[in-house]
């Protein structure tokens, strides 16, 4: 990827163009930087409660199904859902 464009090669249309690509990547590069945090994090926070458990510390306060709520939380791809529905589905379960 070269760093500019030669400016006067381009069109106003074609400056454009490049701006919405490089937006779109820039968007894709922190997506992709947010969920590698998050897997990170995930499993950052694995290897500390198995050290913990080696030591016989106290048991995991956190469950395999928190681990899974956390990990679909993470990926999940699109807007946000809906709270008031999230809200009613915690309160069935």
């Known amino acids: 990827m070269d760093v500019l464009p030669d400016f006067t090669t381009l069109s106003d ?10 937006v779109r990547e820039e968007e894709e590069v922190s997506r992709q930087r947010r969920l590698l945090h998050g897997t990170i994090d995930i499993l950052r926070a694995e290897l ?27 990926s999940h791809k699109g807007p946000p859902p809906d709270l008031t529905a999230e809200l009613e589905q915690l309160d069935e379960g």
Do not use: C, F, Y
């Open 13 to 22: 249309a074609d400056l454009k163009h490049k701006i919405e690509e490089l």
């Open 48 to 74: 500390v409660d198995r050290v913990k458990r080696r030591q016989g510390e106290h048991p995991s306060p956190i469950s395999d199904v928190d681990i899974q709520r956390l990990t679909e939380i993470l």
